[in-house]
């Protein structure tokens, strides 16, 4: 293993305890995985986070859906979808899932996150999706997450959770920060007579001043 490729799945680790400490996920439920080079590293399945090391993160080929994988543990039973968005969005360096407590509500009542606040727009357009229920860890639920995906860097999962995609590992994490945010206040305005939504003009020009000030979008306020 080489010093890269150990501080790769060190950061995986770490990524994943602070999941749980920072109360976007619960127990094993969630997952991280990044690329590299033609593979895909990513957290073993029903491994509790405190006991987890850099050598149980298995790695599997990103051309390879026979779901086999080099490591002494078993990828989580979400690699499909983490491998197909690794694989096929240029723009995805590292996959996170969880089972937030705010999108995960959303998402059993199968309802999109619209334009209620205007950092949406740092997650590609003017909604964050719910894609259609499968059965956790089908090919089916990949399928239906990279469809909900598209043109965006998070969605919500039918009666599941959320995924977000990065550049990093740290952008990624900052997205899944960001996204229960994001659900937790739409949530909330739901109970006290809905959101006034924005138009797809003040997300656009939101996102055009993300771009013109070089803005990094987990620094904008």
């Known amino acids: 293993m080489t010093e890269t ?7 995986i680790v770490a990524r994943c305890r602070e999941l749980n400490s920072s109360g976007i996920n619960q127990g094993t439920s969630g997952n991280i995985s990044a690329r590299f080079g033609d593979r895909m590293l990513i957290s073993p399945s029903a491994t509790p986070y405190d006991d987890m090391t850099p050598e149980m993160i298995a ?6 859906s026979s779901g086999a994988y080099e490591g002494p543990l078993k990828p989580s039973t979400e690699w499909r979808f983490h491998q197909q968005l690794l694989a096929g969005r240029q723009d995805a360096v590292a ?5 937030s407590t705010y999108c995960t509500a ?12 205007y950092m949406i727009a740092a997650f590609g357009g003017n909604t ?3 894609a259609g229920y499968a059965t956790y ?6 399928a239906l997450t990279m469809s909900a995906m598209e043109d965006r860097t998070a969605c919500l999962l039918a009666n599941h959770g959320m995924v977000v995609i990065g550049d990093s590992l740290a952008k990624a994490m900052w997205r899944a920060v960001e996204l229960e945010a994001i659900a937790k206040q739409y949530y909330l305005s739901l109970a006290i007579g809905g959101p006034v939504l924005l138009s797809d003009d003040d997300i656009a020009e939101t ?5 013109e000030y070089g803005l990094r979008s987990e620094h904008a306020n």
Do not use: M, N, W, Y
């Open 207 to 211: 996102q055009k001043g993300f771009a």
């Open 106 to 117: 959303l998402a059993i009542a199968r309802r999109e996150i619209p334009a209620c606040h």
């Open 5 to 11: 490729e150990r501080t790769l799945r060190t950061e």
């Open 137 to 142: 860890g089908t090919g089916e639920l990949a």
């Open 59 to 64: 790695s599997v080929a990103l051309d390879d």
């Open 95 to 99: 996959v996170i899932h969880a089972h």
């Open 128 to 130: 964050v999706r719910c």
